[in-house]
């Protein structure tokens, strides 16, 4: 009588092992994962290559490229301003754009003569509210004495001081036109 006995086959006791089945359930699981990140591997060495093979092509643009920025002088410092200045750009236009429409203006006063006369010679005129107006007539009627405190007073109120420094300004920019005209 002879059986039939099959030497044991390594791979199917590996199998029968729970630990195995569990460890190839989970690659199961695993396995489109892993294919996907494969792919993209793929892609990734398939980009690399193009990039060796663009290297040479775009190399000789490169030296030549830092060989032009190497003669202009400039250094990593100016470049990073240069970026920052890139970056700010969006901020920075609009606010320009209104500056140079403002110096703009102010360069056609400053070189139109009859303005720049008239600017000089006359007063500046200080518009006079009702209410203000009233309230002098009342004072001016009640005749106030008037004291060191309430002189003070007056005197350093913001409106008086910004009058003093326009009036002191004016002075001294008719002082100088009169220097530079003889």
Do not use: C
């Not at 190399?59 to 202009?72: G, S």
Request: glycine fraction near 2%; charge should be positive; proline fraction near 6%.
């Amino acid at each position: 009588m002879g059986t039939d006995m099959k030497p044991p086959n390594p791979v199917e006791a590996l199998l029968q092992e729970p630990e195995q089945q569990e460890a190839l359930a989970q690659l199961l699981r695993d396995l489109p994962l892993l294919v996907e990140r494969l792919e993209q591997l793929e892609k990734s060495v398939s980009f690399a290559e193009h990039v060796l093979q663009d290297k040479t092509t775009i190399l000789p643009y490169m030296k030549e490229a830092e060989q032009k920025i190497r003669q202009t002088g400039l250094t990593k410092a100016h470049i990073d301003a240069l970026l920052e200045i890139a970056r700010l750009l969006p901020e920075v236009a609009p606010v320009a754009k209104q500056s140079v429409s403002g110096l703009l203006f102010a360069k056609a006063v400053l070189e139109d003569e009859r303005t720049m006369h008239d600017l000089l010679n006359t007063r500046p005129r200080i518009p006079v509210l009702s209410d203000t107006n009233r309230l002098y007539e009342a004072k001016k009627n009640k005749k106030q004495k008037l004291s060191l405190r309430r002189i003070w007073r007056l005197l350093t109120h913001p409106i008086w001081k910004d009058m003093f420094l326009y009036v002191e300004s004016l002075l001294e920019t008719i002082m100088l036109n009169r220097k530079k005209r003889g």
